[in-house]
Each structure stands twice: as structure tokens, then as C-alpha cells.
């Protein structure tokens, strides 16, 4: 039998571990996604962006390299809303310029006059989630104070992170003294698409992937330091929490923290989508319902967001 290449048997091997993994429900998209994080595109030469986008990148918001931003901006911009984006990867890959992460979402928005940014964050080992969530905040502090030069509002920022940065910005939203400590203004709204992070307490002392133990070790009060439900104490900005319906841990973790969210007096709600893991960040921007009940929560943020989205 020829040699299989090495990137299709490496494909076989991690299905063939999902389909014997006995919480493989739970697993198998995690699994499926850190193969595709680290084969995914990450040369911004391979995105194809709409012409007339203004790009800007490797904005540097501190000292280390992993520490950058790109920036997507319409042509003429004048004070327009800005949605900044924080990529997944298990708290230790990933990149702000993959196409599953960028591609679709500028595409759609950036034409219609929203300014999009993309940021970076140090990984696993070298810093630990908290510290990841201060670095995205530090990100935002600086892109709001900056925002102006890009046509952008600085009050008019919305955060939406997939996966692993769908944790983190909703540890943000949870606790926006994060945020506020490095300089950040409050934003207008968060989306977190389909973390399965939002409990980490619960994931802690229940049977988990070992990826979870590398980015919480096995310290209680990093656990809560670090767990968006246990965080949240307070009202906080609109929280919108995309979540596959194809996971089994997903959904109950956010219906958990959008419940607590109302309870606190926050506007939140829960969207579950037939989509797996991936496709929930990839196909965030091409037409269709799942696109349409996005914007439909945005489209409350405030009239600016709406007046463009209804091209106004």
C-alpha cells in the first residue's frame, strides 16, 4: 500500500482518536480544530479582501511580537463602528490573519462601513488565559484611543472572539475591570462564538481535555480568576452566545452564563446554530440565517450600528 502523506494520515489518526474517545461529543470539534489551526492559512496574501479596503498591519500594542493588531478599514471612514476580533486555538495557536478568522467577516462588514480588527495574543506556555485576556484588553485600549485615524468611534467598538477567544471576551464582559485596568473603555456589546469555557470551574472538576489542564493548571482561584461565569457579578455590556447545537458542552454553558447575564439586569441571549465549531467562525459573514441573527442582535447596539447595517 503507497505511503500515505503525511497531512492526510495525520487527518485519519486524530478521527480515528475522536470515534474511540468516550466524551467524544465534547471533544471531537475541539480535536478537529486545533488539526485545522494549525494547517490553516495564515499569509495575509492568501485573504481575498473587497477592493478599496485600507489594511494596516502588525499595529503593535506592547513589546512582544505576538502582541499586534491588523486593521481593515473603508474607504472615507468617518466615526464608524468598529468590530474588533479575537481569534481560538486552545489558548496556544492561532493567528488575526487565518481565513476562518478574518476572511468572510471583513468581506461583509467592512464594504457596508464598519472598520474590522484583528489581534493577536501571547500563547500557552508563555502566558497563561488571565494574562491572555489582559493582552486583548490592552489590544482594545489601544485601538479605541486610535481609532479616529481609521475612521473608526471609539465608543463604538464590539468584541467577538471564537472558541478560545470566545472565552476571553467574554471573561471581558464578565469582568470589565480587566479592561479598565489597561486603559479600555466600555464597548458597545459582546459575541461569544461557541466557547465551551465558560464555566471553568465546572470543567475543572469534571472529566475534561487534557488542553484544559495546560491552560488552568489545577489551582482553584485560577480557575475562578479565570471562569466568565464565576466572574460575572454585575451588569455588563449586550452578550450574544453563539453555541453549536452539535456539542454537547457548548449550549449549557452558555445558556448557564446568559442566564446569570439576565438575572443581573444585562441584555443577553443564547443562539444555538446547527453549525459545528468550525463553521460557526467560518461562516459568520456569508449570507444566509445564522449571519442575519447576528446582525439582528448588533443591530441593537445602538442607531450607528444599525444605520449601517440597514445602509443607512
Known amino acids: 500500500m503507497p505511503r500515505l502523506k503525511p497531512l492526510m494520515a495525520a487527518a485519519i489518526a486524530l478521527l480515528v482518536l475522536a470515534s474511540v474517545l468516550p466524551w467524544r461529543n465534547a471533544s471531537a470539534g475541539a480535536l478537529r480544530e486545533r488539526w485545522r489551526q494549525r494547517h490553516a492559512a495564515t499569509d495575509p ?184 461565569l464565576q466572574q460575572l457579578q454585575a451588569p455588563a455590556a449586550p452578550f450574544l452566545a453563539v453555541c453549536s447545537s452539535r456539542r454537547a458542552d457548548a449550549c449549557p454553558q452558555a445558556q448557564a452564563f446568559v442566564d446569570k447575564a439576565i438575572a443581573l439586569g444585562t441584555r443577553a441571549q443564547v443562539l444555538p446554530e446547527d453549525l459545528s465549531h468550525e463553521q460557526i467562525n467560518e461562516q459568520l459573514g456569508t449570507d444566509g440565517d445564522y449571519t442575519a441573527r447576528v446582525e439582528a442582535f448588533l443591530r441593537d447596539l445602538g442607531p450607528g450600528v444599525a444605520g449601517i447595517l440597514d445602509g443607512r
Open 45 to 228: 496574501a492568501d485573504l481575498a479582501l473587497p477592493a478599496g479596503v485600507r489594511v494596516l498591519r502588525d499595529v503593535a500594542y506592547s513589546s512582544d511580537p505576538r502582541q499586534r493588531f491588523d486593521v481593515y478599514a473603508p474607504p472615507h471612514a468617518q466615526h464608524v463602528p468598529v468590530i474588533f476580533l479575537v481569534h481560538g486555538g486552545g489558548w496556544s495557536r492561532g493567528d488575526k490573519a487565518m481565513r476562518n478568522v478574518v476572511q468572510n467577516k471583513v468581506a461583509r462588514w467592512v464594504p457596508r462601513g464598519f472598520v474590522v480588527i484583528s489581534t493577536n495574543y501571547r500563547m500557552l506556555p508563555d502566558a497563561a488565559p488571565l494574562q491572555q485576556a489582559q493582552d486583548v484588553a490592552q489590544a482594545l485600549a489601544l485601538a479605541q484611543r486610535r481609532a479616529a485615524e481609521w475612521g473608526g468611534d471609539r465608543r463604538g467598538f464590539i468584541l467577538i472572539g471564537h472558541s478560545a477567544g470566545a472565552h476571553l471576551v467574554a471573561l471581558l464582559a464578565a469582568a470589565p475591570s480587566i479592561a479598565r485596568d489597561c486603559g479600555a473603555e466600555p464597548w458597545l456589546g459582546t459575541v461569544a462564538l461557541d466557547s465551551a469555557a465558560l464555566d471553568v470551574v465546572q470543567i475543572m472538576q469534571s472529566r475534561h481535555l487534557r488542553l484544559y489542564d495546560r491552560a488552568f493548571g489545577d489551582d482553584r482561584a485560577g480557575w475562578l480568576a479565570a471562569s466568565p
